[in-house]
């Protein structure tokens, strides 16, 4: 009887060895060579992508493999030292079976799972995929998953949840196709830049009202000159009475170039356009550069008086894809 509970002592710290090497060995393993192995037709590698692809599922089967085992462990060192040390066999279970589980248990599979995640996890791909598979049967992890559901109501985190775990895997494979050569840093950062664009509005990127630098129809050209000297900008919005009734823009070189009796603010005025505040950043950006706009107003959504907030440039949209330029 000892003999048959102790080789299931060792079985359950080698089933907990199974679940901690795994939950490394899936966060490290590439998922560039996971995709490309499934779509080969490799049977292995279409386990893996099948696990990978229910990252919340399969950390409910890991931990909860993981402890049970953890239980199992215990159960079976307090049966084996109660048959010897009836009385202290909880106190000397708990001495022995701790440094065991967390030596061989969880740091050494760990370590080894890290070092060569790959090979390893196409070893473990099958096993863990069944296991997977039984646990959704019984329907243990779709109570633990109403239980975490539950929790994301409470603190409202639950919301935009797809929009987040696709971009979170799309960052993934990102770094991983870096880390593989695949990619350069600077075009990783392009393409984490132009997942996050979808969601923004002209109101997060725009440069509010009382901190854009506009002329007055009727300024001369030494105070063209003198704005052109402290500002390093191209164009100008144009304001008739106040900043509050912008009418157009101008381009301050072209105005410039001209000679001084044709020099002129009003009559070198351009169209302005307008875009609200709600306006995604990705559409004002097509809009602008299909219709030849460098420039536009922002105003607020909603408001009937159509009242100014702040002002787009395209070269401000095109850093939100590409970062900082120096010219433009």
């Not at 199974?18 to 590439?30: D, I, M, P, V």
Request: proline share 3%; charged share 25%; glycine share 6%.
């Amino acid at each position: 009887m000892i003999l048959g509970v102790l080789l299931l002592f060792f079985l359950f710290v080698f089933m907990s060895a199974f679940f901690s090497g795994c939950e490394t060995g899936l966060y490290s393993a590439s998922k560039v060579r996971i995709n490309v192995g499934a779509e080969s037709g490799e049977k292995r590698y279409k386990n893996l992508l099948e696990l990978i692809n229910e990252p919340a599922e399969l950390i409910f089967t890991i931990l909860t493999g993981n402890n049970i085992a953890t239980l199992a462990v215990s159960w079976c060192g307090t049966f084996i030292f109660s048959a010897y040390w009836p009385e202290n066999a909880e106190l000397i279970n708990t001495c022995a079976a701790a440094p065991l589980l967390f030596i061989f248990g969880e740091v050494v599979p760990k370590t080894l799972f890290l070092s060569r995640p790959e090979p390893l996890m196409l070893k473990c791909s099958y096993p863990l995929l069944l296991i997977h598979r039984f646990l959704g049967k019984i329907r243990i992890r779709g109570f633990f998953k109403k239980i975490s559901g539950f929790f994301e109501r409470i603190f409202d985190i639950s919301s935009d949840n797809e929009y987040y775990r696709i971009t979170s895997r799309m960052t993934k494979v990102f770094d991983a196709t870096i880390e593989e050569g695949y990619l350069s840093s600077i075009q990783r950062s392009i393409i984490s830049r132009t997942s996050a664009i979808t969601r923004l509005k002209v109101s997060q990127v725009m440069i509010r009202k009382e901190e854009i630098v506009s002329v007055s129809i009727d300024a001369g050209r030494d105070e063209l000159l003198e704005i052109m000297q402290k500002h390093p900008f191209t164009r100008l919005p144009v304001y008739r009475i106040n900043r509050n009734d912008m009418e157009g823009y101008v381009n301050i070189y072209e105005l410039l170039s001209k000679p001084e009796t044709d020099f002129s603010i009003a009559g070198s005025m351009l169209k302005i356009h307008t875009y609200n505040t709600n306006e995604p950043v990705i559409s004002a950006m097509k809009d602008m550069n299909e219709n030849g706009r460098q420039i536009a107003l922002v105003e607020k959504a909603g408001s009937k008086s159509k009242r100014i907030v702040g002002l787009i440039t395209l070269k401000d949209l095109a850093e939100e894809l590409t970062g900082e330029l120096e010219a433009f």
